[in-house]
């Protein structure tokens, strides 16, 4: 008869979780020598628990099912938050283990011993659990699976003590059912239809399972039928889009422009997204960015079936035969000269191959990537959905496991990518097909821009702005990734970058490309910037939009 992990490997495994990233200590060996008796299961080790719980993260969100991690007790799970938070928020499910120390050990109060439960509960408010005996411990995981795998996804935390997991008698469960999304209300539908018909402004806002493209299909139909925009949340989980597609308009992170975006809303929709809040509280703004007037309608919820709703809201507006508006083919030209943020995202637009993943961490560097890939080969965009940065990296490990025939663009800035660097060296261990593009301007340059925005830059002396600024000594990630088993190069330049993209994209295996560059948004800009927002609910719509473009496109 199995032992308690050998039987928790094979319930994990029939249910077709066959992924652990893993990060062990004492407390998880059992766990660790059982993973040779479950030949179906991969096990993938990361220097760091937020590179496995970022890598699990990335994994589910382009296999579509989760991964397991394998976290050392409370001070392990709580090193991994951060990028668990992000799985939260962007609806992922991830079944996470963290081990414990067993039973009869945690009244003496070793120097370990913390309350997992707790920590846990931040980043998985719905299943939380420590399973105390070893007969119950497969039944235990199978409800954890089927708390991730429901609708929406989420992360599952199971804790699995020492004892129980040597323990004798462990029973695997099989594998518990796949969640039926429920069915979005007619009489929703209907209201929803009647309130477009009845006139006034009207919006689609998409997030979660309405952003691949039989969702993007359906609501581009009832747009062009209907005369109306059709908006995606800010950092969606998982975006399809490229030639092809319908285009779908992100809101923008600076509150001042997604308020000038929603404004003259009557009816916003909401498909599996939540309603606009701004990303932060500012002084004399408000929060809330649905536009005083406008009613806010859902058409279906996370634990809904989005596909269907737009399909039933496309029928009752007799939308099912219009033409919807698809993204035209289009690239950007090959940039030249000295190297910017801005022309490595052309060079990205540039050369993207079919099918890439392409994920999105870079901060302001990444201002220009939405417009330069947008008419790009087909691809899927992953963003930093819960705000906490070090994400893409690991997002990028989970991301190649799940598609190795999938080329993955990992663009991050260098202030995030120093959070989880440990993740270069699961890519060389794992030989992944990852392109990790680290911006290096030396700055936290978004906290710049949050210092003015907050009003606290008048008041920021050399203390305060030594605190957002990475010179002294500058960053070498190419020396770090080398250092890793990476292969790397260093550029300034825009055609040394592009033949080091072109290199990297012809050659299988894990390449780190370091683009040096100035900040795009220097001093001069960020003084600015404060003023020209204050400014867009004074000037003509049309000339607030065109400099919103500029901004941010």
């Not at 976290?71 to 938050?81: D, I, Q, R, S, V």
């Not at 269907?308 to 035209?328: E, F, N, W, Y």
Request: charged share 15%; net charge neutral.
């Amino acid at each position: 008869m199995p032992n308690g992990a050998q039987a928790l490997l094979q319930t994990l495994a029939d249910a077709g979780i066959d992924v652990c990233f893993s990060n062990p200590g004492t407390s998880e060996m059992h766990f660790v020598a059982a993973l040779d008796s479950e030949p179906r299961m991969r096990a993938v080790l990361c220097l760091f628990e937020g590179v496995a719980t970022g890598a699990a993260d990335g994994y589910a969100r382009m296999a579509g099912k989760p991964a397991t991690t394998l976290l050392h007790l409370g001070c392990g799970l709580g090193n991994g938050l951060a990028n668990l938070h992000n799985a939260r928020k962007g609806k992922v499910p991830v079944v996470n283990i963290v081990g414990d120390h067993a039973t009869f050990h945690v009244p003496l109060d070793a120097q370990l011993q913390s309350d997992i439960e707790t920590v846990a509960r931040n980043v998985s408010p719905g299943f939380v659990r420590t399973s105390n005996h070893t007969a119950d411990l497969c039944r235990d995981a199978a409800d954890a699976i089927t708390a991730a795998r429901g609708l929406p996804g989420q992360v599952a935390t199971l804790i699995l003590p020492a004892d129980v997991s040597w323990g004798d008698g462990g029973q695997p469960c099989p594998p518990p059912p796949l969640p039926a999304p429920a069915a979005p209300d007619d009489g929703a539908v209907q209201a929803i239809a009647d309130a477009i018909r009845s006139g006034g402004k009207a919006a689609l806002l998409l997030g979660g399972q309405a952003l691949r493209e039989p969702a993007l299909l359906a609501a581009a139909k009832i747009a062009a039928h209907c005369g109306m925009k059709v908006f995606c949340e800010v950092f969606p989980t998982r975006l399809e889009r490229g030639a092809g597609l319908p285009a779908v308009e992100r809101i923008a992170y600076l509150a001042e422009m997604a308020s000038l975006q929603l404004s003259g809303l009557q009816h916003l929709v909401l498909v599996d997204a939540k309603s606009p809040v701004s990303f932060f509280a500012y002084p004399g703004k408000a929060s809330d960015l649905v536009p005083t007037g406008c009613t806010v309608h859902t058409l279906a919820t996370p634990a809904q079936d989005a596909v269907a709703g737009l399909d039933k809201l496309a029928a009752a507006l007799d939308a099912t035969s219009a033409t919807p508006v698809l993204q035209a083919a289009a690239r950007p030209s090959r940039p030249r000269g000295r190297l910017t943020a801005a022309k490595v995202c052309k060079a990205v637009g540039h050369l993207l191959p079919e099918r890439a993943i392409l994920i999105d961490e870079a901060i302001t560097s990444g201002l220009m990537l939405g417009v330069m890939t947008a008419g790009g080969p087909r691809h899927d965009l992953l963003t930093l959905t819960g705000g906490a940065i070090g994400q893409s990296l690991p997002n990028a490990v989970g991301a190649a496991i799940a598609c190795p025939d999938r080329k993955v663009l990992a663009l991050v800035g260098d202030g995030s990518a120093m959070y989880t660097v440990q993740a270069l060296w699961t890519m060389a261990r794992e030989r992944l097909d990852v392109i990790a593009v680290i911006f290096n301007n030396a700055s936290y340059s978004v906290l710049n821009v949050e210092l003015d925005r907050v009003g606290a830059g008048s008041r920021g002396g050399p203390k305060a702005k030594a605190q957002l600024d990475l010179h002294g000594p500058v960053l070498d990630f190419a020396s770090l990734a080398r250092g890793m088993g990476v292969t790397a190069t260093r550029c300034d330049r825009a055609d040394a970058f592009c033949t080091a993209l072109e290199t990297a994209l012809a050659t299988p295996g894990p390449h780190l490309i370091e683009a040096v560059v100035p900040e795009s948004l220097n001093a001069s800009k960020r003084r600015v910037l404060p003023w020209l927002l204050r400014s867009l609910p004074n000037l003509p719509k049309p000339v607030a939009l065109a400099l919103k473009r500029k901004i941010a496109p």
